[in-house]
């Protein structure tokens, strides 16, 4: 089973920068898609970037030009910098496996706020 811990949130204000970062332990996931989701206060979570395996790379409209995903996998782990941060962005980050998400972690909280 795969633990996955979060890292990297905090309070930024807008237009600022973040880089969140993924570490995943218990098994390797450098042969899985991975995805940065993130979930803001009433509303579902939703899927913000991926990256497969092979590195391509895919955002929502909203974190295109703005957030970059990677991956290490000698690390087994994911990174998620965040650039021209909005408020809108506030949420609860996460990261798991893109097409059949395992156990959540506790995420990461971001925050953007004047």
């Known amino acids: 089973q795969v633990q996955l811990v979060e890292s990297g949130g905090g309070l930024v204000q807008p237009g600022g920068s973040l880089r969140l970062c993924c570490v995943a332990?218990?098994?390797?996931?450098?042969?899985?898609?991975m995805g940065w989701y993130r979930q803001a206060p009433g509303k579902q979570r939703e899927l913000v970037a991926s990256i497969t395996s092979g590195g391509n790379t895919d955002y929502t409209d909203s974190a295109k030009g703005r957030f970059t995903i990677s991956r290490d996998d000698a690390k087994n782990t994911v990174y998620l910098p965040m650039n021209s941060l909005k408020p809108e962005d506030t949420a609860m980050y996460y990261c798991?496996?893109?097409?059949?998400?395992?156990?959540w972690g506790q995420g990461t909280q971001v925050t953007v706020s004047s």
């Open positions: 798991n496996k893109r097409w059949v998400p395992g156990s």
């Open positions: 332990s218990g098994r390797k996931v450098t042969s899985r898609a």
